[in-house]
């Protein structure tokens, strides 16, 4: 079957880094997105992977492996408006995106 | 505001009754998606559409049906509500349905069947 495993809650004080993990195993491999998702509010694109390596934007960056099926989320500088869910979502060989349930990420002053 | 609007914001419905969700984009995307999101659990695909005229099943269509009629609406009808229904629906949309296709989401509609 097809699965996206990420943790369910990470800790962080604010300035500090924090890295989110992402592993999957699905059939076939169309790219790996990144959203962020406010409480009570839609998903936002942050990132997108598709070959191997990190990609930096400002104080986020996200890095894909294809052969260990593993990506993170790296957060720089971490302030109080970080504090939301971070969905890992992979494009299977359909194009369709299987989503992982998010990781919820507490900022703490 | 180019985006997606989604109504109504949240739902209070009885079990067995007939609700229609609404989605309208006016950014001339091609493809548009539903999806539910419940606690403790990733988003799950209802019906994706990836040209008007077009429709397809994701992976919980049961008790769902879609149309597309045209490029800008894709609403979302529960035949008759049970209360597994009850959940927060998104409606998406991207340009096309390709590999690097970015979903911009709608604010969603949160519905509880009771």
């Known amino acids: 079957g097809q699965n996206i495993d990420q943790p369910t809650e990470m800790t962080a004080t604010e300035g500090a880094i924090v890295q989110i993990n992402c592993t999957y195993q699905?059939?076939?491999?169309?790219?790996l997105f990144w959203y962020q998702q406010h409480a009570g509010e839609a998903p936002t694109f942050l990132s997108y992977?598709?070959l191997d390596g990190l990609e930096e934007k400002g104080r986020f960056s996200s890095f894909l492996s294809r052969s260990k099926g593993y990506s993170y989320l790296l957060l720089k500088e971490l302030q109080m408006k970080d504090s939301a869910s971070y969905l890992c979502a992979v494009g299977d060989s359909n194009y369709q995106l299987i989503w992982g349930a998010g990781t919820k990420l507490i900022i703490k002053p | 505001i180019a985006g997606i609007t989604q109504a109504p914001t949240s739902q209070i419905l009885a079990a067995g009754r007939r609700m229609t969700l609404r989605c309208t984009q006016d950014?001339?995307?091609?493809?548009m998606y539903w999806y539910r999101q419940d606690l403790g659990l990733g988003l799950r695909l209802i019906h994706y559409?990836?040209?008007?005229?077009?429709?397809g099943k994701g992976e919980v269509p049961d008790g769902y049906s879609v149309s597309r009629a045209n490029t800008d609406d894709f609403p979302l009808t529960l035949a008759s509500a049970v209360p597994s229904q009850t959940s927060v629906y998104f409606c998406a949309s991207s340009l096309d349905n390709s590999g690097a296709n970015v979903l911009t989401f709608g604010a969603g509609s949160r519905l509880t069947v009771l």
């Open positions: 992977n598709v």
């Open positions: 699905t059939s076939g491999f169309n790219g």
């Open positions: 559409s990836n040209t008007a005229g077009t429709t």
């Open positions: 950014m001339r995307h091609n493809a």
